[in-house]
C-alpha cells in the first residue's frame, strides 16, 4: 500500500505564493509510476486536474494555471510539490494528490490519492 501526504496550503492573500508538498510512503518501489497529479476541488464545483508530471518528466498543466504553478519531483521520487505563485481568489479549493501507476508485479493500475489540503486566497 502506498499513502500520500499532503501539506502546505493555507491562508494566503491573492498575489501571494504557496509550495503543496506531496510524500509518498509504503511500497512505492512496486509501483511503476505513469504520472504525479494535482486536482483540486473548489466549493460547488467539480474536481480538476491542475498538473501533471509524467515519468518521463513531462510537465502538463491547466490553461487557468499556466504560467503560475510549478511541479516538481524530488530526486528520490517520494515528493511531489506544487509551487503556487500569483495566487487569485479563483485558486481557492482543496488541492488533492494523486499517484497514477501500474503495478510492477501484477501490471494492475494502482491509483492513490492523499487527504487534500485546504488553500484559500483571500484579503
Known amino acids: 500500500q502506498v499513502r500520500l501526504v499532503e501539506s502546505g496550503g493555507g491562508l494566503v492573500q491573492p498575489g501571494g505564493s504557496l509550495r503543496l508538498s506531496c510524500e509518498a510512503s509504503?511500497?512505492?518501489?512496486?509501483?511503476?509510476?505513469?504520472?504525479w497529479n494535482w486536482y483540486r476541488q473548489a466549493p460547488g464545483k467539480q474536481l480538476e486536474l491542475v498538473a501533471s508530471l509524467t515519468s518521463g518528466s513531462s510537465e502538463d498543466y491547466a490553461d487557468s494555471v499556466k504560467g503560475r504553478f510549478t511541479i516538481s519531483g524530488d530526486k528520490s521520487g517520494n515528493t511531489v510539490y506544487l509551487q503556487m505563485n500569483s495566487l487569485k481568489p479563483e485558486d481557492t479549493g482543496v488541492y488533492y494528490c494523486?499517484?497514477?501507476?501500474?503495478?510492477?508485479?501484477?501490471?494492475?493500475?494502482?491509483?492513490?490519492w492523499g487527504q487534500g489540503t485546504q488553500v484559500t486566497v483571500s484579503s
Open positions: 509504503g511500497t512505492i518501489r512496486s509501483i511503476r509510476v505513469n504520472a
Open positions: 494523486n499517484l497514477d501507476g501500474d503495478s510492477m508485479t501484477s501490471a494492475q493500475a494502482q491509483d492513490y
